[in-house]
């Protein structure tokens, strides 16, 4: 038994597993996106960060971190569509479609907490199934005025993840206080006190 994973520089302040996983690939809409599952040592920590697998379970091939890759793409662009009102590409539903017909995972009842108990062969495919499963549910449960939230794009500037908006409400803005929130309040703050001491200087002239 090795010990618990670290969560290391993931993004886990996004309450959706799956719009978790979208949030591997960052600062999508900035200049620079960064990759936080770049091999398959660190899908494996992702997985077992989130509670799918475990540390040590077998590491995923190489193709399959480029699977991964496709279906958390798939994911994004079928939850930006929503986002948006639209519908998600056919093609994109029909790659999620293949991943839950691959969902081999049990949901079992441990010390009161319901955790995902992958199979032997092939646990980090069994367990992006499940979040495959999870994104179906997340997204076609929640949109237009179904469901007991809204799916909603990231309103920090380069960031473009994904996050349900269960707020009374619907406003909220950002897919992760711990991030996002806090990057656009510094900002803010910053802009404030520049906006401040440009009057300052204004005056002195
Ligand atoms: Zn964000």
């Known amino acids: 038994m090795t010990g618990s994973p670290t969560p290391g520089d993931f993004r886990l302040g996004n309450e959706i597993l799956s719009f978790r996983f979208v949030a591997t690939l960052s600062e999508r809409r900035g200049d620079a996106v960064v990759e936080r599952i770049a091999t398959p040592e660190r899908l494996r920590a992702w997985l077992a960060v989130n509670e799918l697998g475990s540390?040590?379970?077998?590491?995923?091939s190489d193709a399959l971190l480029r699977d991964a890759r496709e279906l958390r793409e798939a994911i994004h662009r079928a939850g930006t569509a929503i986002a948006a009102d639209g519908v998600p590409d056919p093609a994109d539903?029909?790659?999620l479609n293949r991943w839950t017909a691959r969902h081999r995972a049990r949901l079992v009842l441990t010390g009161g907490r319901a955790r995902w108990r992958l199979p032997d062969t092939d646990p980090a495919r069994a367990a992006l199934a499940v979040v495959a499963v999870d994104a179906v549910t997340t997204l076609g449960t929640h949109h237009g005025s179904h469901g007991d939230g809204v799916i909603k794009r990231c309103e920090q500037?380069?960031?473009g993840g994904?996050?349900?908006d269960t707020s009374r409400g619907r406003r909220r803005r950002w897919c992760s206080m711990a991030?996002?929130?806090?990057k656009?309040?510094?900002a803010n703050i910053k802009?404030?006190?520049d906006g401040a001491a440009?009057?300052?200087g204004d005056r002195m002239s």
């Open 198 to 200: 440009a009057g300052h």
């Open 55 to 60: 540390a040590d379970m077998p590491l995923p």
């Open 191 to 193: 802009a404030a006190r």
């Open 157 to 159: 500037r380069t960031c």
């Open 184 to 186: 656009v309040k510094k």
């Open 179 to 182: 991030t996002c929130g806090n």
């Open 93 to 95: 539903e029909d790659l």
């Open 162 to 164: 994904l996050f349900l």
